[in-house]
């Protein structure tokens, strides 16, 4: 029965752990897997007896600053015969679950400025954040479970409405493609609406690109190397001028010490010259005051 005590309470442990866990891998792998699974037990943890059919927002960390999630529970049944329109995402009557439980989670997300840093599309560029939603079961609450479900859609599709369209002057006669991010990592393009919404017909995340323009980055790239050049050359000249500068400043001084010299050499008396040898040695040319010996007597 200790033994049995001890098993509960280490399992107890390692759950509480389990949102720590997801918390460091979702901010620093920047995993779009890892990252739902931390929303989804982030947001699971944070519902205190949920009213059904009720939208909760969820408070990220601060970690997260940009991430919007939001997270509503619905009975299966209810959910089947009258849809959900919520968040971004008008969902159709008619949707089955795989497998089947009595009741489930919609996990919503909008990931706003971390768009581009979980997901990437390659030579096109995000015109919308990449927003998506999941689907959990919720049949054993005192569990978080956070076992994802497939969805089994019999009649219309989902509509994905987004929040904003981010799209330069440049970019407006670009084509918009939708694009569907799924789990295991594949992407998928279909066409825009006339109101720039998607049309899918499953769970997952989704966004709007648009074709990047590669001339774009060439002229980026020929704007920096002309600005390293100017700034060579700018180096290289400013340089020769503080060498020139140095040099006339060193003339100027010098100039101005041997200004000095021949001044105070002029002012004193001239002393002649001997050669000692292979030396050149100044030499006075006569002495002003004669010595007077005290006592001329000389023996």
């Known amino acids: 029965m200790l ?17 720590v866990f997801l918390f460091a891998l979702a901010t620093s792998s920047h995993d ?7 929303i989804q037990q982030y947001a699971q943890n944070a519902l205190v007896r949920p009213r059904t ?24 049944m209810s959910l089947l015969s009258k849809g959900s329109n919520v968040s971004f995402f008008d969902i159709p009557t008619r949707i089955v679950t795989h497998p089947f439980v009595t009741r489930l989670d919609l996990v919503f997300e909008n ?21 998506g939603f999941m689907v959990y079961s919720a049949t054993n609450s005192t569990m978080k479970s956070s076992t994802m ?46 109101r720039d919404e998607c049309i899918v017909w499953d769970q997952g995340h989704f966004t709007i690109v648009v074709p990047s323009n590669s001339n774009d980055g ?24 503080v060498i020139l500068i140095g040099v006339l400043v060193s003339k100027v001084v010098r100039g101005k010490k041997m200004g000095k010299m021949e001044r105070q ?6 002393l002649d010259t001997i050669w ?21 007597y000389v023996p």
């Open 32 to 38: 779009a897997k890892t990252l739902d699974a931390y």
């Open 149 to 194: 479900l497939n969805l089994s859609i019999m009649a219309d599709p989902i509509k994905v409405r987004f929040p904003r369209v981010w799209l330069s002057d440049q970019d407006q006669n670009r084509t918009r493609r939708c694009v569907k991010f799924g789990h295991d990592g594949s992407v998928e393009f279909s066409d825009v609406t006339m």
């Open 3 to 19: 033994m049995g005590s001890n098993c509960i309470v280490w399992l107890i442990f390692y759950v509480s752990l389990l949102p």
């Open 276 to 296: 000692v040898g292979r030396s050149k040695m100044p030499s006075a040319t006569g002495i002003r005051t004669q010595p007077v010996l005290e006592n001329e």
């Open 265 to 270: 050499s002029e002012k004193s008396e001239a």
């Open 111 to 131: 990931l706003g400025n971390w768009s581009s840093s979980y997901f990437k599309v390659p030579n096109y560029t995000f015109a919308t954040p990449v927003i």
């Open 53 to 76: 059919g009720r939208l909760y927002n969820i408070s990220l960390p601060s970690n997260f600053s940009g991430v919007e999630a939001s997270i509503i529970r619905y009975r299966s």
């Open 218 to 241: 060439k002229k980026k790239r020929e704007k920096l190397w002309k600005w390293w050049v100017v700034g060579f050359g700018v180096g290289v000249v400013g340089l020769v001028l």
